[in-house]
């Protein structure tokens, strides 16, 4: 990404703060710090004119996440995308944040570099899960033994195109390598994502691939599909079994 990226960061741990922002400023980010969500609020300070893409990043662990102050939030920095940043992997409350608007929960275990990479693809307008996502999916029943379906794939009605969509977006592939890799547009492979969604009732990509995986589907295609270029980074499908890694999503 050619431009900065500007985080505004709520934490309440003044060594934690201080230690992401240097992190963060040592890799072109504008960092402005706060020590809990009211001073978030009341501050209104103009991260070097707020050109480029904006960020705030939430220590979960100073602030309890909920509809109320998510909304002030938002208000106050209504371009700036939702990030939460937590000490362990609760799936609970990532499902909480992602439903409050977030598009990234990152565990405070990653690695400096993937945070930044987490954080550019945030960024980006790129919906982005943590890695301990796959062992909480794997534990789960609905991912490790025979399913008594109620409502089957066939039955949603789903077209050969639209279950080639599907397969994608359980590997967690952007429209940008879907398009590539079924060799149609992006303003198609957008159309059709957005039927997929419809036909299955769902609200986003995220669910529509979890409700994929716990269905018996798997990603990947039969068909050999083009080459994609060099600027294009893919999942491999057999490190991408049924959500079993994390995954990015673009908006549809």
Not at 115 to 143: C, F, H, K, N, Y
């Amino acid at each position: 990404m050619a431009y900065p990226v500007n985080v505004r960061l709520l934490c309440g741990n003044a060594i934690v703060r201080e230690g992401l922002s240097r992190i963060l400023m040592e890799r072109d980010f504008r960092v402005a710090q706060y020590p809990n969500m009211a001073a978030a609020l009341q501050r209104t300070e103009v991260l070097e004119e707020d050109t480029g893409p904006s960020l705030l990043l939430i220590d979960h662990a100073t602030e309890e996440l909920d509809s109320e102050s998510i909304s002030a939030l938002q208000r106050r920095f209504p371009s700036s995308y939702l990030v939460l940043l937590s000490d362990r992997f609760d799936f609970q409350i990532m499902l909480k944040a992602f439903r409050l608007g977030a598009l990234g929960y990152i565990v405070k275990e990653i690695a400096c570099d993937r945070l930044i990479a987490t954080l550019r693809l945030v960024a980006m307008g790129e919906r982005v899960l943590p890695p301990q996502l796959a062992d909480e999916l794997q534990s789960r029943p609905s991912l490790s033994e025979p399913l008594e379906i109620e409502r089957p794939v066939d039955a949603t009605c789903l077209s050969d195109r639209e279950m080639e969509i599907l397969r994608w977006l359980i590997m967690g592939c952007p429209n940008k390598v879907i398009s590539k890799r079924m060799n149609i547009s992006e303003a198609t492979v957008k159309v059709h994502v957005k039927a997929v969604l419809r036909k299955l009732r769902v609200k986003n990509r995220t669910q529509a691939a979890i409700w994929a995986a716990n269905h018996g589907m798997r990603g990947g295609v039969v068909e050999a599909a083009p080459e994609v270029p060099a600027d294009v980074t893919i999942p491999h499908p057999a490190q991408l079994p049924a959500l079993e890694r994390a995954a990015s999503y673009s908006h549809v």
